[in-house]
């Protein structure tokens, strides 16, 4: 009997123990967070004791979207968790061995054959596109990076080019966006001799996550022979839930210099005294359009936290932030838009205010702490 009991006490002290485990999460800022916190999966598993069934919950017992990034490997790398905390606070959070329920699609991307190779991805604020092979060289090319207005939370990527009607709002948004013979909102060209050089279109894609909540994805470019330089490179593309943001990353080769000069952009309109904001820590770029066609405003922006950045507002045709790329090391930047009749940022003043916060979220992370 005694065994009985003693073997039932330490069921009880460890099914208590067990329970009161629970993650952490701490807002260092002064303004409301509502974003991705990530786990490293194996640590995440092992310190639960748990394989890849649970449910994430709050202290309310609201449960909590999540998912298993993969980052294109066969097992999981880390837990997503789409939280949202106050400022100057913590959230506790629980984690029950019970299969959760599917979290809403969130973000998606996907090559579009039958719109000349186009590439386009988007969450529930925005979407955006990159030009692919098949349009190279027709007379409506464009060089750079699309955006398209939304002023709805559901995806509508597949539903706007199976209508083909997306130039025009039907009540979702539409794409007005013009790009043209230029960097578009937020792409790349090489910046070779002091001048801009715009690249191939890409020539391969690899889609690594494709939500719920983010969407990372990678594009390839056949290899670039400039001024004696052969030079490889890729970009990757990681989109957030309810972020206006993308997180780009550059990888470099250059096969005959250790670094590969590059110039990121973003066109301006014909207009006099364009709102243009150049800032610094970590060096960032705003732009705030006129009105185009009765179609309202587009509010774009970079953030380059790499060192050794310069702005240049010379060209006539777009604003540029020049800096260089070693080889085979990680060039991170970030681009994003907002639209003023999607009715959450309707202005100048706070699109910069914006982006100032988003800065400030990428100096003082989330703390995610495992107890």
Partial sequence: MKKIWLTILTITVAAHGYAQKFIQISNPTAHNRNELVSIPYDKFTSHFLMDST????????????????????????????????GPKSKLK????????????????ARYVPERFDDFAWENDV??????????????????GMDVWA???????????YKTEDYHKDHGEG???YSVGQTLGAGDIGLFINDSLMYTKHYRRYKVLD??????????????????????????RFSLDAGSNFN????????QNKGETPIAIGIVKRKEEGPLLTFAKNPMSLTYWEPEINNSGKIGVALIVPEKGVKYSNASPE????????????????FNGAAWNKAGKITNENEWNKAVEIYKENLKHPLKTELK
């Fill in 93 to 108: 959070l629980s984690v029950d061995q019970t299969a959760s329920p599917a979290a809403e699609p969130k973000t998606f």
């Fill in 54 to 85: 649970f449910t994430i919950k709050d202290e309310k017992g609201n449960v909590l979207p999540h998912q298993l990034e993969k980052l294109g490997t066969v097992h999981p790398v880390n837990v997503l968790v789409l939280v949202n905390i």
């Fill in 126 to 143: 925005l979407a955006f596109r990159m030009y692919g092979k098949a349009l190279e060289g027709r007379p409506d090319d464009a060089q």
């Fill in 318 to 333: 777009q604003a540029l932030m020049i800096s260089k790329v070693k080889n085979k090391k990680d060039f991170i930047y």
């Fill in 150 to 160: 939304k002023r709805t939370d559901k995806l509508v990527i597949d539903k706007w």
């Fill in 247 to 254: 997180k780009i990353t550059l990888k470099f080769e250059n």
């Fill in 210 to 235: 494709n939500g719920p909540l983010r969407t990372t994805f990678q594009l390839e470019f056949d290899p670039e022979n400039v001024d004696g330089q052969h030079i490889i490179f890729s970009k």
């Fill in 174 to 176: 539409l794409d007005y």
